[in-house]
């Protein structure tokens, strides 16, 4: 399946889709472990244009399949700011995917190492890709995580 993924940077007209994929990930992926009254609450935090000044003022990458968007990251500087995967596409190597791609773009910047805040059900994909704590997680964010590249 990894074959068939495409990956390119994010255009304003991908905003929907990029949205979709953001709640439909959160409430389904995310609920499991936080709870559905929770992941409501972690969707509604984000701000309205939230992706279009992703996509403005970061680089983001959306992962397709088939011609559909099945999946998106965003990074600043040497900080990863999310990933999201359709919920009907995890576990079939686009978070992987994308992760790999955006960690190439951060070790080719010049950053020795790449950090990210990852929420409960993200922990275990991180830790099993390199990545350690590097602080406590505080009730409303992420555990802190940092990876140093070789």
Do not use: C
Not at 14 to 20: E, G, S
Not at 27 to 42: M, P
Not at 72 to 88: C, H, L, R, S, T
């Amino acid at each position: 399946m990894l074959d068939s993924i495409n990956i390119r940077r994010a255009r304003l007209d991908d905003v929907d889709a990029l949205t979709r994929i953001r709640r439909t990930a959160i409430l389904t992926l995310a609920a499991k472990k936080i709870g559905e009254s929770q992941a409501q609450a972690w969707v509604d935090s984000a701000a309205p244009n939230r992706i279009q000044y992703a996509i403005e003022a970061h680089l983001v990458w959306i992962a397709t399949l088939a011609d559909q968007t099945v999946g998106w990251v965003e990074v600043n500087d040497n900080q990863i700011k999310g990933i999201y995967v359709q919920p009907a596409q995890a576990r079939h190597g686009i978070g992987s995917a994308l992760l790999t791609y955006a960690e190439e773009h951060i070790r080719t910047a010049g950053y020795v190492t790449v950090t990210f805040d990852a929420s409960w059900n993200a922990e275990k994909f991180y830790r099993h890709r390199g990545y350690q704590p590097r602080g406590k997680r505080s009730p409303e964010e992420g555990l802190p995580m940092v990876k140093t590249f070789a």
